[in-house]
């Protein structure tokens, strides 16, 4: 059957109108109709999805406000304050009830009394303080060296040859034997564990990161750089480091609870800080594990370590999930 014509008649409109060229804009017919894309903004919105991220954020909010707002605000002096009751016998290993009933009702009494009569509470609080410092320099350090190595690493051939064989030979040394030799020749400062955990400790990530970089150097992209002669460093920092987000967000998130561990091992062992760090503060209270009525001693310094490493750990694997574009979908 004939399709039926529209009567234009009906439209009351003239045929100047009906009929006149349509405006074509260049510029309009290229415009994609899309909201602009934010690369934080939606690497934010992945991470707030997750309602535990909050939660998480919020734990480590308060732990760092005990860690290093708390001793501020009550003035702890490490040098007196631990020694205050000293001579007070009756003051030793207290119960957080004991502490309270001699020396009133107060935060810094809930964990009770140590060996030389000081708050338990205090203590660990001041060594979380030092031991999270110790992990976020020694981290700070290692990313910041092991990425820029590790991303001239991967693109020139030249370096790659060298710092192969650097590698090699550095990594069939256990990590852990190093830093041990290095902390015992130099005296076991705060400054001095700092660069025992960096010496080498960078050489892993740039290997991890030079990986990466091979995998997507030879790309459309890099290869075009070349050609135009753009410098190997500003391909580096500007066509291959800015795709790897995600992949240092997971290599913080691993390296700064790995950092705490080792200060509390080396502490534990006797060859750690001479600060009463999170490890210094287990090794002294060792003793006190198994005595009844003193396990809290020993366990609040290993929960309070427990704690904050495995929140910074999650927190960090799962902004690193969220800085991977393909979740921004």
């Known amino acids: 059957m004939a399709e039926e014509k529209p009567d234009l008649q009906e439209l009351g409109l003239p045929e ?3 009929f006149s060229p349509a405006d074509r804009d260049a510029l309009a017919a290229e415009r994609i109709a899309a909201p602009r894309y934010s690369y934080w903004a939606s690497v934010f919105r992945v991470f707030f999805r997750k309602k535990i991220n909050i ?4 734990l480590l909010a308060v732990l760092l406000v005990f860690t290093y ?3 501020a605000v009550t003035g702890y002096d490490p040098e007196a304050d631990p020694y205050i009751n000293i001579l007070d016998s009756q003051s030793k290993h207290l119960g957080p009830g004991a502490a309270m009933e ?7 009494w809930s964990l009770g009394t140590g060996a030389s009569g000081e708050s ?4 660990v ?31 020139s051939k030249r370096v790659d040859r060298f710092m192969t064989e650097v590698y090699n030979v550095v990594a069939n040394v256990p990590y852990i034997l190093l830093i041990s030799v290095v902390v015992l020749i130099l005296s076991p400062s705060f400054w001095s564990m700092v660069f025992a955990l960096t010496v080498t400790g960078w050489i892993s990530i740039a290997y991890f990161i030079r990986t990466q970089v091979v995998i997507i150097r030879d790309r459309e992209y890099n290869l075009a750089s070349r050609c135009l002669g753009t410098p190997m460093y500003r391909i580096a920092t500007k ?12 290599l913080a998130a691993a390296e700064i609870p790995a950092y ?30 198994l005595t009844p009525g003193w396990e809290l001693e020993f366990w609040s310094p290993v929960a309070v370590a427990a704690v904050i490493t495995v929140v910074l750990y999650v927190v960090g694997q799962n902004l690193g999930d969220a800085s991977d574009p393909r979740t921004h979908l």
């Open 125 to 155: 609080w001041y060594g979380s303080g030092i031991s999270l410092s110790l992990a976020l320099v020694c981290a700070a350090i290692n990313l910041t060296v092991g990425v820029l190595i590790g991303a001239v690493w991967g693109f």
């Open 260 to 289: 705490i561990s080792y200060e509390v091992f080396l502490s534990f062992i006797g060859m750690g800080l001479r600060d009463m760090s999170l490890g210094r503060l287990i090794q002294s209270a060792q003793g006190a594990m």
């Open 16 to 18: 100047e109108v009906l």
């Open 55 to 58: 939660v998480l954020l919020a």
């Open 120 to 123: 338990t509470f205090d203590a």
């Open 102 to 108: 001699r020396f009133g009702r107060s935060l810094r």
């Open 239 to 250: 066509n291959i480091l800015p795709f790897m987000t995600s992949v240092i967000v997971t």
């Open 69 to 71: 707002v708390y001793p």
